[in-house]
Each structure stands twice: as C-alpha cells, then as structure tokens.
C-alpha cells in the first residue's frame, strides 16, 4: 500500500516506525543519486552513532542512536565533496543527537565542502541557524550550501499537502549539480519498507508530529477521502 498522502507522511514520525523509515529513506537517496554522479565521484552510506540520556523518575534510560548519512567524495584523492544529511527527531530534541549531527557538518564545512539537509522533522527545534523571515509557512524543507558561499542558504520549502520538492545536489564547481527528487526518494523507502502495512490511519497521528489545527483537519478529511478511516 502507497502513502494515501502526496508529500511526506506524518504518520512515520512514531518512535517505532522512524529509525527504520530513516534508515530505508537515506539508502534509497543513495540509490537515486548515484546514477547521476559523473566518473569524477563515489558515493558511499557513512554512520554515526550516540547516545542519549532521559531522566525517568529516580533512574536515567539510555537510548542508543545509529544515523546513516550520504558523502559524495573525488574519486581521484578521496576528498569530501558533498554532505547529504537526513535530520533525526533525536538530532532535533535532545542535546547528544544535536551535537552529534553538527559535528559531522562541522567536519563537512571545514572540509570546504558541500551540504545539504532534509528536513522532514516537524517536531523540536531546527538545527540550523538562519533567518526565516520571507520564507512561507512549510512543514519540511531542504536546504543546500556551497562551498563557495558557507554562509548562504539554498532552501526549498513544501508542506504536507504538497510533493516534497525537487532539489539541486552541489559537486566541484566545474561540475554540474545533481538534480534530485525527494518525492522519488520517499515512494521507493516507502515502498520498500512495506511501511504501509504497519500504519494504523483510522488512527489519529501520533503526538510526536506537530501538526497545526488546519493540518490535522486536512489530514482527516484528506484519509476519510481515501477510505483509509
């Protein structure tokens, strides 16, 4: 079964389903992105691992945390060349997953090399920095840099009635960028996470997703249309 919704799908920000659909999503970014890289690259599925911490009554639960994220690196001397990141809950409310995910771009940027983030995290904090203002109400977004310009922003924003969008992946500057399609992407982890078959939507979404009053009323009208509630 297909996600009954035409961009991300709210549903998988559950603390059950979301370690597995990352894990299906960043592999199947790789495999749509790599047939578009010129001989120049590779590409390769890099991790990292944390742990964090919660304070339940008088004991502490630890969490272990594995997140897979794409590097594009020269074939000729292995240099860095692009960072492609997927954004985790944990990277966006708790303190070890945020660390964790801005050392890695730390890395990348000193490297001089390209980012990008996928943003498909509505709850917690975001993990970038920079001013919003003019940018339209979204739920999700991508934003790309370069390394020619570290401190500007490329973003690409949507919402959950909405595809998620099209994006330019940057290489060398004498090379030209990779034009990716996130919706792509998310069809293919959905699919070949068989994610539909553990999704309840006569359910409401769960709590994690912050979803606004106007979103949660389109999200029911949108399944009852659907036959899916």
Sequence with gaps: MPSPFPG?????????????????????LYQILLPGLVDNYRA???CRSYTTELALFTSVVREQHAEEYVEVRARSDGRLVTLIEVVSPANKTTPAGRDTYLAVRRH????????VEVDLVTQGAPTLDFDRTGLPAYDHCVT??????????????????????KF?????????????????????????????RHIDYAADPPREAKLTDES??????????QKVR
Excluded: N
């Design 44 to 46: 390769r599925v890099a």
């Design 8 to 28: 991300m799908d709210p549903y998988l920000e559950d603390p059950k389903l979301w370690p597995g659909f990352q894990h299906q999503f960043v592999a199947c």
């Design 168 to 196: 330019k992946v940057p290489l060398a500057a004498d090379d030209r960028d990779v034009l990716l399609d996130l919706q792509d992407v998310f069809r293919r982890a959905f699919d070949q996470g068989a994610f539909g």
């Design 108 to 115: 990348a940027e000193q490297a001089r090399a390209g980012t």
């Design 216 to 225: 949660r009323q389109w999200v029911d009208a949108l399944l009852r249309q």
């Design 144 to 165: 790309v840099t370069r390394p020619s310009a570290p401190g500007r922003y490329e973003i690409y924003t949507t919402t959950f009635q909405k595809r998620l969008p």
